[in-house]
């Protein structure tokens, strides 16, 4: 999601956004204006809300649709068990977010080209709730078929790119100039934007990544510092301190974003400072188990009294 815009300082976009069809969000930080078309936020933060018309939903759930996936990254944590998403369910819970206020989902996995249902559960979202659907994809199985079938139904697709050339090639086992390919034919229907693992492979192919960003017209560079898993150690400190320094010095066009808990001393905007932990985020698994992040090793099942109920039981962990 774009940074948010506060109204002071954007007197033409509010024009602009009066003519959209906004999603409003009430929450502590006064009332969230979302178009999930063009990611337009406008922030009305001299509105008060009373605390019993907050969202209930986190503002943004990732969705793992499935575990399987057909590369085999050496430093991806997701679980490596056969799980799936039952589509009915899905959709229930879908619609839950929906009632609580949520602005959007983003389905990945594993990866989510791989759930057989994809096309009818973003037609879902996209036709009977007002949730931006966003997908995170290694992006070699799309083709103009699967492009064709869903568009018009996906707001934003982010295209794991982990180095460039021989570095790409030699984490993801997957040819460069395919992926090359393959995210020009997303971008030619598609909001795109790119997301880098970072680590000591893929630390000095920064600046090509960013280039690589701009030249697809993606709206966003998401840095995700390695995490810990498969024996690996992760980024670490050192990795993380030259990060900061690349993104101090960073001069390109295209919009930079970091992981949560990735930041260190780093100046970054905190648009919704009462929207923190689980009222920004939340991460649903391939197993049905609701958790603070992808990563964490907590969680709450979702049975059968809902997303929310789970939700509410995970927040009464998190507070005591």
Not at 220 to 228: D, F, G, S
Not at 275 to 294: F, I, M, P, Q, V
């Amino acid at each position: 999601m774009t940074g948010i815009l506060r109204l002071r300082h954007v007197e033409g976009e509010l024009a602009r956004a009066s003519r959209l069809p906004m999603r409003v969000r009430q929450g502590p930080d006064g009332v969230h204006l979302f178009d999930r078309q063009s990611g337009l936020n406008v922030l009305l933060d001299e509105v008060e809300v009373p605390q019993v018309a907050w969202a209930q939903a986190p503002r943004q759930v990732s969705v793992a649709l499935t575990n399987a996936c057909d590369l085999d990254c050496p430093f991806c944590y997701a679980p490596k068990t056969a799980s799936v998403l039952d589509a009915g369910r899905l959709r229930s819970w879908l619609d839950e977010l929906d009632a609580g206020g949520c602005l959007g989902v983003g389905f990945g996995g594993g990866e989510p080209t791989l759930y057989r249902r994809l096309p009818q559960i973003c037609r879902h979202a996209a036709e009977r709730t007002g949730l931006a659907v966003t997908m995170t994809t290694h992006a070699h199985r799309w083709t103009p078929r699967l492009v064709d079938v869903l568009a018009g139904t996906v707001h934003f697709v982010r295209v794991s790119v982990d180095g460039v050339g021989a570095t790409y090639e030699t984490l993801r086992g997957r040819p460069f100039a395919e992926l090359r390919d393959r995210i020009g034919l997303i971008a030619a229907t598609f909001r795109v934007g790119v997301n880098c693992v970072v680590n000591a492979a893929t630390l000095p192919e920064l600046d090509a990544v960013a280039d690589l960003a701009a030249d697809a017209g993606a709206a966003e560079l998401l840095l995700l510092l390695e995490r810990p898993a498969r024996g690996r150690s992760g980024g670490g400190p050192d990795v993380a301190e030259d990060l900061h320094a690349w993104i101090r010095a960073y001069r390109g066009t295209v919009r930079l974003a970091l992981g949560e808990g990735d930041t260190g001393g780093l100046p970054i905007a905190v648009p919704l400072p009462g929207e923190r932990g689980l009222r920004s985020y939340a991460h649903l698994d391939a197993a049905g188990t609701l958790r603070r992040t992808s990563y964490d090793s907590d969680g709450e099942p979702v049975d059968g009294r809902g997303l929310l109920a789970a939700l509410d039981r995970l927040q009464q962990k998190e507070a005591a």
